[in-house]
């Protein structure tokens, strides 16, 4: 990650336009464009602050920022490592200066980068301290982050054998996702996963069932992410695919 070399302007920035490259970039993050993320929104936010061209009293919480766009696309783009290491950044600093609360973004992507290193006790950390998380933002954004920690704890209880306690999370997580999915998707989609029961969860009958349920359960989840990104969708084609 580095800034690209420009010439500086005659006069100090507002503090603004830093902000917007920020949010230019977290937009084409959303939009699956992570060269124009990186180009045109974070290397431009990450150069202002650093020749000092803005006059913004909050750059070290910017430079917060950036590193979770950052970390976000490293993540998308499959160089885990640096993922990790960007959004671990980020967290540090949020949590310093503003509170664990705000950490929701950043934390929850950590938390899939570190199930794909196979840092499965670090990652169920972090998701349990998601999921403590009671001050949020409430948008489909927000909240498809938020209840997706349920889906992740999931997969570590499951890739660590403990599969009673991975279908209790399966559990929750379908609970909430059809909550989510009910007024996020249209009434069509949404009504082709009812009639499929794909949102409930069978009770295991003897632990030889346990496996079976599991699988189902796993099976399920990838059909309703399914719907709500698309197969070609990184997240479906690295993550949720491969488990």
Not at 55 to 73: K, Q, S, T
């Amino acid at each position: 990650f580095h800034t690209s070399n420009k010439k500086h302007p005659q006069e100090k920035l507002p503090c603004f336009v830093a902000q917007h490259r920020l949010r230019l970039g977290v937009i084409n993050n959303r939009l699956c464009n992570y060269k124009e993320a990186l180009n045109q929104g974070f290397w431009e936010a990450q150069y202002i602050i650093d020749n000092s061209l803005d006059n913004c009293p909050h750059d070290i919480f910017l430079n917060a920022r950036i590193a979770e766009g950052v970390g976000e696309m490293l993540l998308r783009e499959g160089k885990i490592d640096q993922a990790e290491q960007k959004l671990t950044e980020a967290i540090k600093v949020i949590e310093m200066m503003v509170g664990k609360s705000i950490t929701l973004v950043p934390k929850s992507f950590r938390v899939e980068a570190r199930i794909r290193q196979g840092k499965l006790a670090d990652a169920y950390e972090d998701c349990l301290a998601v999921l403590e998380i009671t001050k949020r933002e409430k948008n489909n954004f927000h909240n498809l982050i938020y209840l997706t920690n349920f889906y992740h704890a999931a997969i570590i209880k499951y890739k660590q054998g403990d599969l009673k306690k991975s279908i209790e999370h399966f559990t929750d997580f379908f609970r909430e996702v059809k909550k989510f999915s009910k007024s996020f998707l249209s009434e069509d989609v949404y009504q082709t996963l009812e009639s499929q029961g794909v949102f409930a969860v069978l009770s295991p009958a003897s632990k030889k069932d346990i496996n079976h349920v599991s699988k189902d359960c796993l099976e399920k989840s990838k059909k309703i992410f399914f719907c709500i990104y698309t197969p070609s969708h990184p997240f479906i084609r690295d993550y949720v695919a491969q488990n």
